[in-house]
């Protein structure tokens, strides 16, 4: 047997490698080191069998399904005949075969008197999320730059529109009315979820810093504006979500006024970190920023005063969900009861995570978030697209340990962007480089999760960090911006393949001269995505997948084209940086 690294072989019995899906079946994985195996077998069978629980147990050839660079992730899926189920996995090398259970990895014996199977007890369907949710598309917006409706402040008390001037304490006068007016725009563009920055009262621009929960600031209308707008969106099957900014509050919330005024006498001491070791004398968000006070979602009554806010935006707003902010530092417990409380209320609601980092721990139990701004898939297409960091191989690596960390269902809920509020534009990211930004795009809305477009990121707008990606919305280029346009056709092609929404991602050929293939989804619905991520022009035939080979053309989502198929390939041609996507001609 070739050298093996059985340090790499491993299976977490929890989480991502072993789930139960929404219809009952039941998902295993298992990582090995890359290369290391030919084949991969699972077995299983019922937990309280009579007899010996490894006779007669089933088999299931699993899939290599993801590829790092340094381990592969095998899967397979079936169906339990009990819920209770133990299973083991026997791993072949050169013809010769390993055995993997609770106990370890060891060559596979002659007799199983002994092994030890993974015990699986509650192999239950646990609910999908709601399908509004799944792979749609989604459009951020900070309220504040986006578009001035009829307002009750005047010009005369607002930054002019398009100013430079972008620090947080100027106030550009964004407001709600000026979003339900452009509605009609954010359906021509293909957008199903609106995300909105935080809306209630405060006294910066960008409202991360809360003073009143309950209320909307002024300036951007009143409570009744904020139930029309997502009235007004659901009337177009569009959905609301809210940013819920629970980690932290300002220093004019009630509750923290009360709190330093009072000292120990204030019911609300113990609703946040008063300590002298803090520079200004209690823990804020980040470091040494007074003007955020951390929450302390560990106590009763906050935690209670903060699902009661959850769910009343979503009774008298009408809207659908929430982003929270900073999740990873608030009290863990306090999401499950937030969860709880909100389901109660609407049981199609979401919530999404703000966590820049690995979020298995609040995504893949269920019992918190239904997924995440994936920053992870970010950071891999900021380096590959805007950068050239990462070499095609490498950038594919990232792709693939992306989806080795979630259960698909998770990723159908992913938020995927290019910018956001807190991080640079694309364009600029990319030096003004359109190919480089349409290029990105082109994945971003081919790659599994909900593709989140920042407000302007499709008129080519730029803007580089934090304050300055949060420049006023330029109107004036959206009805001659071809960027916008390509935007459309992928939003129209991304509705039009439910392949694109919600199938999974495999690759299929990362080429030496720069193209990228993979696949989205299986059998009749699948899609082949082709991406020429160099600066040449690339035209070759293209090996099909099994699938696709025995068609006699496939036809390109993007332009509606039909591309022959001959002798299982089909004639890619691709201009520099643009890409295509294969579905059936006959589907």
Known sequence: MRAIQLAAIAHRPFGEQRHALADGRICIRLTTA????????LYHTRKYKRGAPWTGAKAEPMQRKWRDGVHDEWQAIYMPDDPRQVYWFALEADGETLLHDAFGTRPMPENMVGAGGFPFAHAYPTPDKPEWARGTVGYQIFPDRFRRGEGVWTDEQLEPWGSKRVANHHRFGGNLRGII?????????????????PVFVSDSSHRYNTHDYENVDPLLGANDDLRELADTLHARGMKLVLDGVFNHSGVGFGPFRDAVARGEDSPY??????????PCGYMTFSENLPYMPKLNLANPDCAGYFAYIGRK??????VDGWRLDVS???????????????????????MIAECWDDSREWCNGGDMFDGTMHYVLSYAMWDFFAYGNKTLDGFDAAVNRSMMLYPQAVHNAMWTFLSSHDTMRMMTRCGARAERMRAAAFFQMT????PVIYYGDELGMRGGDDPDCRRCMPWERAGKSKMREYYRKLTAARHACAALREGEFITHEAGADGLYAYMRGEGRDAALCALNTTDDKIARPLDLPEGFAKEKALTDLLTGKRVAVKNGQAQIALAPWTGC???????
Not at 313 to 318: D, L, R, V
């Open 313 to 318: 935006w979503i009774t008298e707003a009408h």
């Open 447 to 450: 790659a599994p999760g909900v």
């Open 328 to 350: 990873p530092e608030v009290y863990p417990d306090f999401w499950r009861q937030f969860r709880r409380e909100i389901m109660r209320e609407k049981d199609d609601a979401i």
């Open 181 to 197: 007016e452009v509605v009609p725009y954010l359906h021509e563009l293909g957008v199903d979820i609106v995300y909105l920055t």
């Open 581 to 587: 996507v294969l579905v059936r001609a006959s589907k």
């Open 269 to 278: 001491r113990d609703w946040f970190f008063f300590d002298e070791k803090y």
């Open 34 to 41: 890359c290369g290391d195996f030919d084949s991969v077998t």
